[in-house]
């Protein structure tokens, strides 16, 4: 020890140089930092370690010599900028094809690459669009209505309706929320196709006190006329006025299902609304307006629709 009472030896890194080179994800700078906070899908960073052989197999499996670099394939995603995305993939939080890339060097196809980041799937598509519709009330799931009630394309804009933007599923005249549109139309019949699953998560306001004894049952499963159906999730949020708060999901696309479910136990429903599709949330947006879906959202639709069913 010297007089001055330090050690000698090699002097430590300055803090900044010891520290994460990228933000986490929705700070400035970070991954999908475009992205509005309450809308991101990720909460962490996913960091995986990765041995060299397998890095090198990696590398090998997904490279594609004719392709673009991936982090220039990243930056024009929205992901952040070139020189972020570089140290995304250096930290291993970039896979492709379900194969973690540590090495700035390599090439991918936009047009087939499966990319993530940070454990959510990035949107590589541009020819589409994506947007969401907060429905109200007394409006028709439909592009025109012969009788002149008030219908999808009274809320979007002259652009939108020449993209061609169809409805993804379908909510009834009285139920309000989320309501997807795209020109996608192989995602549109993946996320309505009944084998995919996609989970949809509504609020209830039902007449009557509802009991935990029938929160149980519909967890359990009902029969209806058209077959057994049963709530994925369920939770009694409130009760006041005769009235009952409820919070279910479910991954049946059935027609009017959730009324049917509630007409069934009793407590026939005053009030629907459906919050979610998967981790999509419609949020603090407005009743009637209508917004462009962000990158992660995007992507996160494109893995509910992207797996097998």
């Not at 007089?3 to 803090?15: D, I, L, N, V």
Request: charged fraction near 25%; include cysteine.
């Amino acid at each position: 020890m010297s007089s001055s009472g330090k050690r000698r030896g090699k002097p430590a890194a300055p803090r900044a140089a010891r520290a994460a080179r990228t933000p986490n994800p929705g700070q400035t700078g970070g991954p999908f930092a475009s992205e509005k906070p309450g809308r991101l899908i990720a909460a962490q960073p996913v960091r995986a370690k990765v041995r060299a052989d397998e890095a090198e197999a990696n590398f090998e499996a997904v490279h594609h010599p004719e392709g673009v670099r991936l982090q220039k394939v990243l930056a024009q995603a929205g992901v952040a900028s070139r020189r972020v995305c570089e140290d995304l993939i250096a930290e291993g939080r970039v896979a492709v094809d379900g194969k973690v890339i540590v090495e700035p060097g390599v090439r991918v196809d936009p047009q087939s690459a499966v990319i993530h980041v940070d454990g959510v799937r990035v949107n590589l598509d541009v020819a589409h669009q994506y947007v969401m519709l907060n429905k109200p009330a007394k409006v028709m799931s439909t592009m025109s209505d012969p009788e002149g009630r008030r219908c999808l394309s009274d809320f979007l804009t002259e652009d939108q309706r020449r993209a061609r933007l169809v409805h993804v599923g379908r909510l009834d005249y009285e139920t309000e929320g989320l309501l997807l549109l795209t020109n996608d139309g192989d995602l549109t019949n993946r996320l309505t196709h009944p084998s995919y699953e996609v989970p949809k998560t509504y609020l209830v306001e039902a007449a009557g006190n509802v009991s935990r004894q029938t929160v149980k049952q519909l967890l359990d499963g009902i029969e209806l006329e058209d077959g057994p159906i049963a709530a994925d999730t369920c939770r009694i949020l409130g009760t006041a006025r005769g009235r009952t708060m409820v919070e279910v999901t479910l991954h049946s696309g059935r027609n009017r299902i959730v009324r049917r479910m509630f007409d069934h136990i009793g407590h026939p429903v005053k009030r629907l609304v459906r919050t979610g599709i998967g981790r999509i949330t419609i949020g603090d947006q407005p009743q009637g307006t209508v917004r462009e879906l962000g990158a992660q959202e995007i992507g996160h639709l494109k893995d509910l629709a992207g797996g097998a069913p």
